[in-house]
């Protein structure tokens, strides 16, 4: 179906909420974030899955970002974000927009036709927070970075934790503790 606002709906739901809403559901889910384009819905009680295919070839899902606009691109810039997945759950009245879990790719220096660095941030949200920060990052060079103020020397509060072949490894450096195996 095709709204009078241009909108398209496929699926039992009788109004679109994004250019595109893909729904198995008969009711429309809370308001999409802002932006959304493509809304795609499960019914209830059941797993909403997305499939991508590929046959003697690679599925791909691929971000991409400039600045500027369509018409008149430009250089990605370093600190940009070009990509991210991530989850939110629903609070007692509506959606968390900013609280949940994700994965951003951004960029790690200014974009050319020769270079472009990036990196892998995890986000989570603290326990008793309403905002998701970063956690680790996996930096341009392979390194496995964790903020200062996510480090910690002990175990049971945060410090990083790698299971494995050794029982335990404390790396001390002029300032932070890392404790690397099982405690």
């Known amino acids: ?12 739901a009788l109004v679109p909420d994004s250019l595109l809403s893909v729904t198995a559901n008969t009711a429309l889910s809370a308001t999409p974030s802002s932006g959304t384009v493509v809304h795609l819905q499960g019914a209830n009680s059941s797993t909403m899955r997305v499939l ?3 046959f003697a070839g690679v599925p791909a899902v691929t ?7 369509a018409a008149s691109p430009s250089a990605t810039l370093s600190g940009n974000t070009f ?14 927009p900013n609280a949940g879990v994700g994965f951003n790719f951004v960029a790690s220096e200014n974009w050319t036709d020769s270079v472009g660095g990036g990196e892998i941030r995890v986000l989570t949200t603290t326990i008793g927070s309403s905002l998701a920060t970063t956690k680790f990052t996996f930096s341009d060079a392979g ?10 020397t002990s ?20 300032s932070s503790t890392f404790m690397i195996g099982s405690y």
């Open 83 to 96: 990509g991210s997945f991530g989850g939110h759950g629903y609070g007692t009245t509506g959606y968390l």
């Open 155 to 174: 175990a049971t509060t945060g410090a990083v934790v790698v299971g494995g072949g050794i029982s335990s490894l404390t790396l001390n450096t002029n």
């Open 52 to 54: 991508v295919d590929a």
């Open 143 to 152: 390194n496995f970075l964790v903020p200062a103020t996510t480090a910690s």
């Open 63 to 69: 971000f991409r970002r400039s600045q500027g606009t």
């Open 1 to 12: 179906r095709i709204a009078n606002s241009g909108f398209v709906n496929i699926g039992p």
